[in-house]
């Protein structure tokens, strides 16, 4: 069975601090690897989509790596603007075509 | 286009009422999703569409759920005989075939609570 798992569940840093999130994942064949930013009573957000080990994108003070098992978000000096939850989903190779998501992690900046 | 709109945003219901959510995809996507999200959780996939057919349902679909899409434009997600567990966000997604490279793009969601 497809699997997700983000860890920390949540992290508070300070503005400034860069820290990493990471989703570690089991998946019979990747189509897909997602990462969503998600604010309170709000449906989640797009960021990015990778497809194979050694993918990177960036985007503002983000960047998503991935590899074989695992993928991180990084965030390079965080502003409060970035607190959010930040989800990360995978899209299996066998013909599914249902997202399957961790319980994210709760990232609070703090001015 | 203003993105994917879900109405009612909340809504409050008596166990064991029916309850009826609307989602309004963007124009040109032809695949529609329905996810549930309780607090603390990701979003756990309920049932897509292909423009009006509806082609993967999940285990969490009860016999009380039933979901639509007339003519591959809006759909509908009714929940029949309410039970307090199935008080969540409900979050309704579209995307193109190949839309991948982009993400799905998810509505504001309705919130569910059964009381």
């Known amino acids: 069975e497809d699997q997700v798992t983000q860890s920390p569940e949540a992290l508070r840093l300070q503005e400034g601090e860069s820290s990493s999130l990471n989703c570690s994942y089991t998946v019979s064949g990747l189509r897909g690897l997602f990462w969503y930013r998600q604010d309170p009573g709000k449906g989640p957000e797009f960021l990015f989509t990778l497809y194979s080990a050694g993918e990177e994108k960036e985007k503002e003070r983000l960047k998503a790596t991935l590899t074989k098992k695992e993928s991180f978000l990084h965030i390079t000096a965080p502003k409060p603007e970035d607190s959010a939850t930040y989800l990360c989903a995978v899209l299996a190779a066998r013909g599914a075509q249902k997202l399957v998501f961790g319980q994210g992690t709760r990232l609070t900046i703090n001015p | 286009d203003t993105g994917v709109s879900q109405n009612p945003r909340h809504k409050i219901t008596k166990r064991g009422q029916n309850v009826t959510f609307r989602c309004d995809p963007i124009?040109?996507?032809?695949?529609l999703y329905w996810y549930r999200q309780t607090l603390g959780q990701g979003p756990e996939f309920l049932t897509y569409?292909?423009?009006?057919?509806?082609?993967?349902k999940s285990r969490l679909l009860s016999d009380r759920f039933s979901a639509e899409r007339p003519k591959g434009s809006f759909s509908t997600l009714e929940i029949q005989r309410t039970e307090q567990g199935d008080s969540a966000m409900y979050l309704c997604?579209?995307?193109?075939?190949?839309?991948?490279?982009?993400?799905?793009?998810f509505g504001s969601g309705t919130r569910l609570t059964v009381v």
């Open positions: 997604a579209s995307s193109l075939a190949r839309g991948q490279a982009y993400g799905y793009t």
């Open positions: 124009s040109e996507h032809n695949r």
């Open positions: 569409f292909q423009n009006e057919a509806q082609l993967e």
